[in-house]
């Protein structure tokens, strides 16, 4: 060990024990990609990857371009420009963020079908019966269609952030240069915020790979199609473990990538003196432009979706059991607070390691527990209960010195969840927390030091209030993530515990997506609540 | 010895040269100090050294008889008893002018506390700003909440990092003074790091001129540069690249 | 620091632990009123079936018996990976599935006991129940065509091979191969008819696609509706669900479609089970013996029937009003288990032959 690490014992030893604690379960698949091919494998590999993996790679290409296309183009618009509803539309565009996107892809099929309210509009009271074939969005397109719509959000508010704080002088600069918007755009707002575009859609990629939802709905198959169909169809779990560690081996590739594409410019800011953008106040035509273009992306992504979803619950009103809706409500809040929570405190810890110890390793071994996020749930939730079983069977001695009469404790209680939760979602909480220390730099704390605070006070009483934007979304983005989740919370809650998720995913897989539409309106609500509070608490926050 | 450094050697990693390169140095209580050279010389490691931010390779280093780093030990640098003034200031921007200050002092009451920061507000004529945020403050200003925030502890050494490099040229000059006059007054022993020789010529008891992380010469700033450019009418103010011609 | 945070984690796992339990004190303390047999009070079922009349009917057993049952839902492979491993910890008593085939992979693990009644016995026919007493159905769904009623006639109907002719080209919806449905019913021709007939057939049905499959078994139907094509396989059960709809316009779909019971002049209609058994070193075995009685008398049996339009498996129960009026119909004859024992195969012929 380096002579450096002498001085920060005690996040280091915190944080290698989380990143342990992390990339535990995950072990258990990377070796299953050194177990032996069963006799299934030469089938899938004949009849399944090379057309799947081609789907996949298809959906992540264009969901990565569209959703850069649109949320830059929001991002650049709400931080450069006033317009009517500017401040409106500036959290509320993060809202589609709020709406699952298999819920979305049921929603949006449920409008545009046969008995859905625009056939149905145009047959009886038009008279029209057009072309069914237009209405058809259960293909290639049609999910990309629905993953841009709904994971956008995440390349529009990690770049906004950017845009507001950090562009100023370099595009007051190039506008006495004489340069017009457009070429501001792409020859200084793009490549400066390459790095926030690529942290937003890395995101958006790894959703894409992992989701099951959409492409199972639509008929689509992709990569996790086929982890599905060796696991369940096959029955070969160890073959579908494999394929998933295949896949975690495409998600380091990426990662790769993108570590080349940002080379060695990772900026870093070393004072605090970041000016805000100063608006520019849009008139006439172009101010209509700019409103009608968020208006129009507001409406199709979140608008339309939530008033189908109200229809629904009016229509479905009396027929579902209402009774229980405060329960499944609470507990989705209480268990989407809590793994939130904790997985910015650890984020913190191992932040903070990792830029106050100055080595490549203290660097790199956080980005590794990335790997939860990029594998399918319920590949990860398998991964979980292998460990925690296990982690029962070894604390038998002590659940029986407390009398308890179970063998396992750990493994059926909230806490397995919880710690699912953490192991996969850790990433998007650890990449804002990352974002933050980046920002406040290390001069404030070595004043701290200085004026004689030690590593802890140091961090609760300037590192932690000084990071308030950055913990805040970082919260609030684990928060509607978990509050949307559904393997892991399936497979992993104690008995009898439903959260609002699981009641909207149990009546859409039946074919029920009327009767899902009150607890899918239900997780809306409270993420959009939670992202109101955000935009609030950030507006407060002293810049 | 007030002051005593010996051998002093560091390396950044990645690096095959010394930053730091055999480094040994004393000073005496009171004595203000200025380390004088280009950027790239070592003058700012070896200012984070002394203040326990970077941790040596070699060297042993003692301050009023207490060993700050040897071989076997080294102190945090929140034991060290060393106050520094950061070249942008590092105000917490999320604290009043008084909290930044009242953020240093040691376990006292709160009305000894409230005492200490309205002295040293005065001393650096600041009264009146105490729940100002740092973001209201002129960079003057700024500067001075930094010198007060430092003092505040009383350290028994007081490090300056490019002290002036934020500030308009007007405002040096009129600073300049009116630190050295501060240092005197609290009779702080302080070392601060320049690459303007007026700044050293204008501020230091003693100048110590480094190259490469090597001791070029250490003398009196009129030994050193010879009379203060600023003290002759006429003469037009240089820094240290131009002098030694960069 | 690090103590702080080792306590803090340390406080976190206990509470988290406390919720978890808690679930379970609570039920201990009402069934102790209830039924004052404290040991004998509860019974865990995992479950993929979830509808919300499954729930009813667990709170109706629970007044009946004074029984807690505690319950997780969630896909059936999923569950049988969970009780696996778990091992002879589990707190699992009752595997509910929708399909025959998670229930025979179950049993091959050797995750089921044996279990048997003269209740069960009376009220399931042998056929539905697996022959070591392993599994027992519930309830029963069978796979049936509709079309469209201008469009075809039912005199032109008469099996699933049927629709592999050329007259049917462009004109037959199904769903996608991942549905557990379509691999039952090739699992069974595979069964029936020997793996190559069975594959021929997937071919034929895969050449007369109207479209790429693609939604659940509704689109189907509003695909024909649609006039993207004319026929549908679908399940019985989500097609009563579309006649009793909320929403008015899939309603107005499903009255135009046609329902019919292929292969009654041969091998019998396609029909699957939903059903259960019981976990082997089940703590609550008696208790999830009590249950599986409850859910096949008759009164569940009913329940099963009219809100959610499957066929009961108890004699003693009708169908209800929309099932009796599709007539009584010739079923399948075969064993069920070979639905789940062909399953592996039926997807790979899916793979081959390129059904979706």
Redesign the interface.
Known sequence: MN??L??VNGWTIGAVLIIILLFLPNVSIVTGVFSPASENWTHIKEFMLLNYIKSSLTLVFFTALFTIAIGLSLAWLIAQYDFPLRNFMKWALILPLSIPPFIGAYTYHGIINYTGVIQKTLRNHFDVTPNPAYFDIMNVPGAIFIYTLFLYPYVYMITRIFLSHQSASLIESARTLGKGPLEIFFRVVIPISRVSIIGGASLVVLEVLNDYGVVKYFGIQTFSTAIFQTWFGLGDLDAAIKLAASLMGIVIFILVIERLLRGGKQFSY????VRPLPLVRLKGRKAVFATLYTLVIFSVAFLIPILQLIDWVILTFGKVPMHDVLFYTKNSVIVAGLGAFLIIVFSLVVGNFSRVV?HKFAKILPKLTVLGYSIPGVVVAVAVITTFIALDRFLAPVYQYFGMDSELVLSVSLFMLISAYVIRFFAIGYNSIESGFDKIGT??R?????????SLRTFF??DV??M?GAIISGFILVFVDILKEIPLTLILRPFNYDTLATKAFQYASDEKIMEASQASLLIVGVSTIAIFVFHKLLREE?? | MFMDIKNLQFTY?KSTLNTVDNFSFTVEKGEVISILGRSGSGKSTLL?LI???E?P?GGAFSLNGKKMFCDKT?L????R????V?Q?Y?L???MSVEENIL??L?KMSRKDKKKRAQEVLELVELIGFEKR?P?QLSGGQQQRVALA??LA?EPELL?LDEPFSNLDTDLQVKIRGDLRRILKKAKTTAIFVTHNQNDAHALADRIVKIKDGKIEKIGRPCDLLGVSPTEIPGMVEITYEELIGV | MKKSLILLVVALMLVLAACGSTTKKESGADKDAVAKKPEKSEVNLYTSRHYDVDNELYKKFEQETGIKVNVIKDEADVLIERIKREGTATKADLLLTADVGRLYRAKEEGLLQTVSSDILSKQIPEKLRDVDDMWVGLTKRARILVYNKDKVKPEELSTYEALTEDQWKNRVLVRSSESVYNQSLLASFIEINGEEKAKEWAQGIVNNFAQNPEGGDRDQAKAIAAGIGDIAIMNSYYFGQMLNSQEPEEVKVAENLGVFFPNQETTGTHVNISGAGVIKGSKNADNALKLLEFLTGEEAQGEFASANYEFPVNHNVAPSELLKSWGEFKEQDIPLSTLGENNAKAIMIFNEVGWK
Do not use: V, W
């Open positions: 002579k450096h002498a001085n070393s004072t605090t003196k100055n001069d404030f070595d004043a701290s030091r200085m004026l004689g605070a030690n009483k300037i209030p000084m308030k002293p810049k | 990693p984070r203040a326990g931010l941790m390779a080294f945090q640098p929140e034991k008893g060393i106050g520094m950061f942008d590092a917490f921007p999320h953020f240093g040691p945020y973001h925030r430092a502890p490090l």
